[in-house]
């Protein structure tokens, strides 16, 4: 145990100590913490085959729609809806690196697409619509996603 | 015959209970990522259960006293402690996932809401750890979960260019695109599924609530070594047919409606029915055994009087903590927490948990004190030092690739 001198002189520094330590760190939790490039692009290339892994198995699920039932046919579209939607959101909470900025907007605007399209099918399987019109436009997109997954492994540029 | 029928419908339950909701979700996970490439994986994770699940059920039919009562009694209370943790811990997070994965099941035919369907599902888990008949829960449930069959049919239905099935099984040939640290997380989390702690468990204790003796050693040998083996080509079929038709698509499963799918695509309503009977069966009757598991563990160590062969107010604090988990249960799912996800979480954290579960058995198991003459032989043993290699392994690597695949994404 110290005599109270030494805690009067040591206790400033030890406080100066700590907000140099921790100060920095939370500093910086109150901005968005931006990824580097290759960070982003692993982040965003996992969202995109997440939702890609969504509309395929939507499409999978209307090709063969007379061979489920319909109970079954809406928890497949409302749970790949909601999946989709949520990876959607966390990417777009992703501060993105300078290098990335138009890939940014063109990776979430598709996720964004994508997922309101899965709310359009869902609508149409509650209300008993035709589906075989969304087939074909899951397929396009599922191909569309495909394409900017591959290509999000590569830079910018 | 009564005897050969008795063995029938021992291999029959232990076929129709091998499958549970880590081994749905995983194998149609993996089957659709890696095709067969990890069946290999499977197999020794089957040899593995079936090595000590015989341990196990030798000790009990031999010395008619369960796996925890004894390792408490052999190896210490710190020990024991250890082992009931680690164990129990992950039984308890399997339970969750089985009563999760029973409400996912009844989703699909009703379109209600899961976290809904819980508290039913709950309730009724209860009602049946509390008035049911051991044996008729254990040989009904079984009996229903072999409508999984359905799975190994629908994949020959599928037709599937065996000879690339085989060259993936084979070789262990990956696809490209996949890395091979995730490729080790998905082994580790089907080890960890097929080899989970809660099925030696159950297994040894169901046997002291079925009053075997030495004298039913050979029938407990035939379930384990004919039934478990057979549960496995149940978890292939799920992982091959998984491969078949969600692979191609690019489809990663993170649903049971995915899991359906190719029954459906094979057999269509009539299928898909089947499929759904045995999602039901195969998770509830897991869900009784996981939770009575918890029951005979906690209750074996601190010597409580337990099992369903005495009335409920003679075991009043096992049944006390049945309820209590199953309140626990209920509680965490209606957070509206995924219970795919409970599920994945399960099956990797019983990887870490196999060397807490596993090694204690070995030891009681080459006790002459409590087994004379049924003592392991070179066999067991060779295969059961062997095991604990590979169970440390995985315990091991399964939190480290856990971190850093990200859960295998």
């Known amino acids: 145990m110290g005599n109270r001198a030494d805690m009067r002189t040591t206790a400033p520094r030890v406080l100066l100590a700590l907000v140099l330590l921790v100060g920095p760190p939370l500093l910086a939790g109150c901005a968005p913490g931006t990824p580097d490039a290759g960070a982003w692009r692993a982040d965003a290339s996992r969202a995109t085959g997440d939702v890609r892994s969504e509309v395929a198995t939507v499409g999978l699920a209307l090709r063969r729609h007379d061979d489920l039932f319909d109970s079954y046919l809406q928890t497949m579209v409302v749970d790949a809806e909601e999946a989709a939607g949520a990876a959607a959101e966390k990417l777009s909470a992703v501060q993105p690196p300078t290098a990335e900025l138009e890939r940014h907007e063109e990776v979430t605007s598709t996720l964004d697409d994508a997922a309101s399209l899965l709310s359009e099918v869902r609508i149409a399987v509650v209300r008993h619509e035709p589906l075989t019109p969304y087939v074909g436009r899951l397929t396009a997109t599922a191909d569309e996603l495909d394409g900017l997954e591959q290509r999000l492994r590569r830079p910018a540029g | 015959m009564k005897k050969l029928l008795g063995i029938a419908l021992g291999v029959l339950t232990a076929i129709g209970g091998f499958v549970d909701i880590g081994d749905l979700v995983t194998n149609a996970q993996v089957g659709a990522r890696f095709g067969l490439s990890l069946a290999w994986v499977v197999m020794l994770g089957v040899l593995g259960i ?131 640290s995730t490729w080790a997380f998905y082994a580790v989390a089907l080890f960890g599924a097929a080899m989970t702690p809660y099925e030696v468990f159950f297994f040894s204790s169901g046997g002291v609530e079925e009053k075997w003796t030495a004298k039913d050693i050979g029938l407990m040998r035939a379930n384990v070594l004919i039934g478990f083996p057979l549960g496995g080509l149940l978890s292939l079929a799920i992982a091959g047919s998984a491969s078949v038709v969600l692979g191609p698509e690019g489809i990663t499963v993170d649903t049971l409606g995915q899991v359906g799918m190719p029954v459906a695509e094979a057999f269509g309503k009539i299928g898909l029915a089947v499929a759904i009977l045995g999602f039901v069966a195969a998770t509830f009757g897991a869900a009784c055994e996981t939770g009575l598991s918890v029951g005979y563990s906690v209750a074996q160590y601190f010597g409580w009087q337990w099992g369903k062969y005495v009335r409920p107010d003679v075991a009043a604090r096992f049944h006390l903590l049945l309820g209590g988990v199953t309140l626990l249960a209920v509680a965490v799912l209606v957070t509206s927490v995924d219970p795919i996800m409970v599920t994945e979480m399960s099956v990797v954290f019983s990887a870490v948990a196999l060397p807490l579960t596993y090694f204690p058995i070995l030891v009681v198991a080459n006790d002459h004190d409590y087994m004379g003459e049924h003592v392991n032989g070179r066999l067991a043993n060779g295969l059961g030092s062997f095991y604990l290699v590979v169970v440390g392994v995985a315990a091991a690597l399964a939190i480290p690739l856990m971190i850093w695949t990200r859960m295998g994404a």
């Not at chain 2, 090595?51 to 925890?68: H, I, K, N």
């Not at chain 2, 229903?144 to 000879?163: E, I, K, T, Y």
């Open chain 2, 50 to 180: 079936c090595v000590f699940a015989e341990m196990s059920g030798r000790v009990a039919a031999v010395s008619g006293r369960a796996t925890f009562d004894l390792v408490r009694e052999r190896l210490g209370p710190r020990m024991g402690l250890l082992n009931l943790v680690g164990s129990m811990g992950v039984t308890l997070l399997t339970f969750v996932a089985e009563i999760g994965g029973v409400a996912l099941a009844l989703q699909l035919v009703t379109s209600v809401n899961h976290v809904l369907l819980v508290p039913a599902v709950a309730l009724l888990v209860w009602l049946i750890l509390w008035r049911g008949r051991f044996s008729v829960m254990e040989d009904v449930l079984g009996l229903l979960g072999l409508a999984l069959v359905v799975f190994a049919v629908a994949l020959v239905h599928l037709g599937p260019d065996w000879s690339a099935l085989a060259h993936e099984w084979l070789t262990v040939d990956k696809p490209g695109e996949e890395s091979w």
